[in-house]
């Protein structure tokens, strides 16, 4: 791991929350107590550490590291993307996007650091706010980080290795990991004080008090600690801020700018400067059926997950899928149908560009219908799921009662399928499974590794997280490897 002590960064144009493009470059050349010496100074600072989201080693390594080992998505054929990798189990030590992700999560660990220790509590809102951001994004990369390289919480209570937890702007260079219990415990502490800091009602692209209880509930939920994260997704729901898109508006989210959408609660927000084009996530899972040159196009919705949406046809997340048909009829790359994702695709109207959303109103109640589907309380479970489904366009017979489970054994097994519905493509999946204890399960074509037909793999598995990148533990020999 290496230490980053000078992290400063020039924001040019205007600022994100202005609605104009940004050009965030990096700036090295100032100690840092000149560098954050005033109130402009550390809003700029932080300015810079929401871009590092925006950046590729962040944005695209996340959603393809925490999407692309589950069953929504199924890889079609050889590509040079080491991602690949997380598809088929097939995990190296030295894989690029392990690698990049790493270092990018520690930079903006670091570089939150930096505006913590320089902001003293309570001497003004302003700063109590920008304070409380940046504890939000440290907890943020913290808990992203533990999701990838620790085991879940619920294998071993938390005891098992996690990542280094890095609080101070200097700390030693020969840390050693975390438990996973030790890294929530931090990610927890740094939302709830966030949480108590912020009070400036921003935008879907910045943090906010009721972003921090969003994250809070995820993690909860992760945690197993289902009556807190019951209490947490209440709290963002009862603020008032959020409402379901409706469901016209839903179809096309992809689309929006993403602060001008009510279910936003976070995004990695990409303006047309950011667009990465060939390079963004929305090229891997998209290419235009009309031209076939705008993206590689080479991950699609699996058969699994289409199987699962065209039971309801009427099902407004089918919307999400561009099927590629040629004369009527449908193509393959190999032995997988070509169901183009495209819901990362279409901002303002430019093919690869997307705001991808990392939390939204959905999540809530598909969140706390969980924890309720585990403490007991199986209607308001139900009530959940059905709000959710509603939104997308079904009713009638396709809706749940306590008495009526659809030929699902219990209500967490609702509840998970809605949740592999709603949230598709977002990087929940394979999380869903393994926190539960289930298998990832491919009855479909794929390339899946060891059996491209039928493959699975078990919730203890080695592989269901990832290898410490190779480089860092050759810095620092203190950090163990994963088996």
């Known amino acids: ?18 609605g104009c493009d940004t050009d965030l470059q990096p700036y090295t050349g100032k ?18 550490n929401y871009a590092m989201l925006v950046a590729e080693p962040y944005t695209r390594h996340y959603l393809t590291l925490n999407e692309w080992p589950g069953d929504n998505v199924v890889q079609s054929g050889a590509d040079g993307d080491q991602a690949s990798l997380a598809a088929s189990y097939l995990h190296i030590p030295t894989m690029y996007p392990t690698n990049d992700f790493w270092a990018q999560s520690y930079k903006l660990i670091y570089a939150s650091n930096l505006i913590i220790d320089r902001i003293d509590d309570g001497v003004s809102a302003e700063l109590d706010q920008l304070k409380g951001e940046n504890l939000f994004l440290r907890a943020l990369a913290h808990f992203n980080l533990v999701r990838l390289f620790g085991r879940p919480y619920t294998q071993g209570n938390g005891e098992n290795p996690g990542v280094p937890v890095i609080l101070t702007p200097d700390p030693p260079l020969d840390v050693s990991r975390n438990t996973v219990k030790e890294v929530y415990e931090a990610v927890i502490k740094d939302l709830e004080k966030a949480s108590n800091l912020m009070t400036v009602e921003k935008n879907a692209n910045f943090a906010s008090r009721e972003t921090a209880w969003a994250l809070l509930s995820r993690v909860y939920l992760y945690q197993n600690e289902n009556e807190n ?14 409402t379901l898109a409706p469901t016209d508006m839903y ?47 080479e991950y699609y919705t699996s058969q699994a997950l289409m199987d699962l949406l065209m039971q309801h046809p009427e099902d407004a997340r089918l919307n999400f ?23 990362f695709n279409w901002q303002e109207g430019i ?69 592999r519905l709603e949230l598709a493509y977002e990087g929940h999946r394979p999380g869903d499974l393994y926190r539960n204890n ?34 860092e533990i050759n810095v620092n020999p203190n950090l163990s490897q994963n088996p």
């Open 1 to 18: 791991m290496k230490n980053i002590k000078i992290l400063h960064w020039i924001v040019a144009l205007a600022a994100i929350s202005t």
């Open 31 to 48: 100690s840092n107590e000149t560098a954050l010496a005033s109130f402009s100074d550390i809003q700029i600072a932080t300015y810079g």
């Open 229 to 242: 994260a019951i209490t947490f997704a209440n709290k963002v729901i009862e603020s008032g801020r959020y």
């Open 251 to 297: 179809i096309k989210s992809p689309t929006l700018v993403p602060e001008t959408n009510p279910e936003t609660i976070f995004n990695f927000r990409h303006t047309l400067a950011d667009n990465k084009d060939k390079n963004a996530v929305g090229s891997l899972y998209y290419n235009d059926p009309a031209t076939l040159s705008t993206g590689w196009g």
């Open 321 to 343: 899928i561009t099927p590629h048909y040629i004369n009527g009829v449908l193509q393959y790359r190999g032995t997988s149908p070509q169901y183009f994702i495209n819901k």
């Open 351 to 419: 093919a690869n560009l997307s705001s991808p959303v990392y939390l939204r109103l959905a999540e809530m109640y598909l969140n706390r219908a969980e924890a309720y589907a585990k403490t007991g309380k199986p209607e308001a479970a139900l009530q959940d799921v059905n709000l959710i489904r509603q939104r997308a366009g079904l009713t009638g017979s396709a809706l749940y009662s306590t008495g009526d489970l659809k030929g699902h054994s219990t209500v967490l097994e609702v509840v998970l399928e809605e949740r």
């Open 438 to 471: 289930l298998p990832l399960v491919r009855a479909y074509p794929g390339l899946h590794g060891t059996d491209n037909f039928h493959f699975r793999v078990e919730p203890t598995d080695p592989r269901v997280v990832f290898y410490i990148p190779e480089r």
